[in-house]
């Protein structure tokens, strides 16, 4: 735009809609003819002696912020008609005509320039409109919408974006049902824009292959750091945790990703992992943790966008403000309140994406699986004391 506006902020990652941008032309073309008006009751109280002419030339340079190139056109020929009706009672005086004719000239050529800008204006908007839609499909074939439910969890996703102009970025996620149980992934792509979306479906590919094959959490990390080592390059990487629900048990293996936060009973949980493993890409060497879960338990996972938003150098108090935010209503409630606070909290300017998912724990009906083995060393692991 060619001038700064007063408006509303915008919600990260939300695309302005037809509607708000039909608002903002009729914005500019309503300043324009106030601008317009004001000229000419200005020249009418001076007594119409062509002096004020001048500053219809800023009508159509105002259009041209935010309407389209033929509207601006339109403001041009009313602003120029306006300021020859203003011409004739200087018809008499030779001077004064020839100043008002230059005045007029200096209408009509800003007018010629406001509409060029507007024309240029307007296909950039329309190639923004183009690139969001792109990006609107893409992420409905990356991102596919998560739950409601998922054998006995109730679940929620939620992706925003640091970009108005695109809807998807490098972070990812996945639940799905399996043999083994419920499984999900969260993850998130070094870097950003086209490259970080290639790898993120990648990982997401393999990932929604693999977990229905591999009994081990362990197994899927092995695959899926190869997939990730053959697709990018030596300082490329994935964060990710790998989480699995069986019969009320909950094992979790972390790959230098944020460690999820479990919500019980009014106190808020993280849920670190046993040793540090770095992220997919570097051949991680995971250990799991395994957590029992008890009925109305609930599970937030997300990408570093959350735990590094800050205001004024301060980060968003996630851990403090977690129960007030994701404890009521629905899990879809809880995004909700934590994506308001989140934003807020930045004043609408967030720095990374931000992948949410958000599980509640129902409990189990009827018999349930064993523990799997695997996950805690075998039925007389300690873990289970």
Not at 158 to 166: G, N, V
Not at 267 to 273: A, G, N, Q, W
Request: proline letters at 6%; aromatic letters at 6%.
């Amino acid at each position: 735009m060619l001038m700064a506006v007063a408006r509303k902020p915008r919600v990260p990652g939300r695309r302005p809609t037809s509607r708000e941008m039909i608002s903002e032309s009729r914005a500019g073309l309503g300043a324009a003819f106030v601008l317009i008006t004001l000229a000419a009751l200005t020249e009418v109280v001076d007594g119409a002696n062509g002096r004020y002419i001048g500053v219809l030339t800023a009508a159509p340079l105002l259009a041209a912020a935010l309407a389209s190139w033929r509207q601006v056109l339109g403001v041009g020929v009313i602003a120029t008609t306006v300021g020859a009706l203003f011409c004739i009672p200087n018809a008499s005086n030779p001077g004064r005509l020839l100043a008002c004719f230059v005045s007029i000239a200096f209408v009509v050529l800003g007018t010629g320039v406001a509409a060029v800008v507007g024309a240029y204006r307007q296909r950039q908007a329309e190639r923004f409109i183009e690139l969001s839609k792109l990006a609107s499909a893409a992420q409905g074939a990356v991102l596919r919408p998560l739950g409601p439910q998922l054998g006995q969890l109730s679940i929620a996703a939620r992706y925003i974006s640091a970009s108005a102009a695109a809807d998807i970025g490098g972070d990812l996620y996945e639940a799905l049902d399996t043999p083994y149980g419920m499984r999900m992934i969260i993850g998130d792509v070094r870097g950003k824009g086209l490259d970080a979306v290639r790898l993120a479906s990648i990982v997401l590919g393999s990932y929604r292959h693999v977990v229905y094959e591999r009994a081990d959490l362990r197994a899927i990390v092995a695959d899926l750091d190869r997939a990730v080592a053959r697709s990018v390059g030596d300082e490329d990487f994935v964060t990710a945790a790998l989480v699995e629900e069986r019969g009320g048990t909950l094992t979790i293996v972390n790959c230098g990703h944020p460690p999820p936060l479990l919500l019980r009973r009014g106190e808020v949980i993280e849920l670190t992992p046993p040793a540090s493993a770095p992220p997919l890409g570097f051949m991680p060497v995971v250990r799991p943790r395994v957590e029992r879960l008890e009925p109305g338990d609930r599970l937030l996972f997300y990408t570093d966008g959350l735990a590094e938003a800050r205001r004024d150098g301060e980060f968003f108090p996630t851990a403090e403000r977690a129960w007030r935010l994701l404890g009521h209503g629905t899990v879809a409630d809880g995004l909700a309140s934590l994506e308001s606070a989140l934003v807020e909290w930045v004043r609408g300017q967030l720095d990374d994406d931000i992948a949410l998912v958000l599980m509640e724990y129902a409990g189990a009906h009827g018999a349930t699986d064993p523990v799997p083995r695997w996950e805690i060393g075998g039925a007389s692991s300690p873990a289970l004391t």
